[in-house]
């Protein structure tokens, strides 16, 4: 084990900004993305849904 | 032609694809989520400190993952787009559309945890070195290439279009990864190498692979899931995304 306290764990030896600011960047990117893939994916079902409705009142 | 051959290239139509892809999706988030439990344990509790670097030298268990997927995730885009091109199939060019934003972000961390290392280990954020040079101007392709596909409203033009951007791009993926050894450069050498056994602790090796894995994971199931968005969107006024369950409801 590297720490003995936390503390300890969330000063990185003196290195916590350049460390932290790394891993936490990029762990909001990697939440962001697949947030944003899934918008899209609703974006496009809804608008096919509302198409699909238009449709059917056209028919009737 | 045998069975084999046929239903490979089943699944190369969108209408076969967006199921199956469907069907991955959950996989590779779980695969994600392991690798990545395993592999964030190991960086921060398993790997001992370095001698030199100290804490700081964590950053590379994010960095080394990122900066490899940025360049692979280029040459599987460019492979696709290729193939879109040469075969004029209608998925290739919708799995390279799909990849590029993955792949800009990627080369966005590997070129923002750089700067991280960087600053403590050099003390500059950035410097105009062939390493990092080259591989911000992958980060510019990848960018140049969205923005050039979403520049042109004819999907399949803009495919082409795309396709061979990406495919005279590729000439700087050889030269990001060679550019240690063809310069004089302040970036440190190949990390893991086949050639020679790594430099590096056990550990810290074993840490630096399972998280790389955990990247892989990630780059798949995010391209699946958009993918799958382009997909519906290309193929709104076909008949089997009208009979779709989810567009159906």
Avoid at chain 2, 29 to 45: C, D, E, M, N
Avoid at chain 2, 139 to 146: A, V
């Amino acid at each position: 084990m590297n720490w003995n306290s936390p503390a300890e764990f969330f000063a990185m030896g003196g290195y916590a900004l350049y460390v932290w600011g790394s891993f936490i960047v990029c762990a909001a990117i990697m939440v962001m993305e697949p947030m944003l893939a899934k918008k899209r994916q609703r974006d496009i079902l809804r608008t096919l849904r509302r198409e699909r409705i238009a449709e059917e009142l056209d028919r009737q | 032609m045998n069975n084999r051959f046929i239903n490979w290239f089943r699944f190369a139509s969108p209408q076969s694809f967006y199921p199956l892809a469907g069907k991955m999706i959950p996989w590779f988030w779980g695969l994600t989520a392991i690798f990545g439990v395993v592999g964030l344990w190991i960086s921060f509790f398993v790997a001992p400190t370095d001698a030199v670097q100290g804490e700081g030298y964590r950053i590379i268990f994010i960095h080394v993952p990122a900066s490899w997927m940025s360049m692979f995730i280029y040459l599987v885009m460019a492979a696709w787009a290729g193939l879109g091109l040469a075969l004029n199939t209608r998925l290739s060019g919708m799995m390279a559309q799909a990849l590029a934003p993955t792949g800009a972000l990627m080369a966005f961390i590997s070129l923002w945890t750089g700067a991280f290392w960087g600053k403590p280990m050099w003390g500059t954020w950035w410097v105009w070195d062939a390493r990092l040079t080259s591989e911000l101007i992958l980060f510019f392709l990848y960018i140049g290439f969205i923005a050039l596909q979403a520049a042109i409203d004819d999907a399949r033009r803009a495919d082409k279009a795309g396709a061979i951007l990406a495919l005279v791009g590729v000439v700087n993926v050889p030269i990001i990864y060679f550019s240690v050894k063809w310069w004089n450069t302040l970036h440190q050498g190949a990390s893991v190498s086949v050639m020679k056994s790594p430099s590096m602790a056990q550990t810290m090796l074993w840490g630096m692979l399972i998280m790389a894995l955990c990247f892989w994971m990630y780059s798949i199931a995010v391209a699946l899931m958009r993918v799958r968005a382009i997909i519906l969107e290309r193929e709104t006024h076909t008949e089997w995304v009208k009979e779709l369950p989810e567009v159906k409801q």
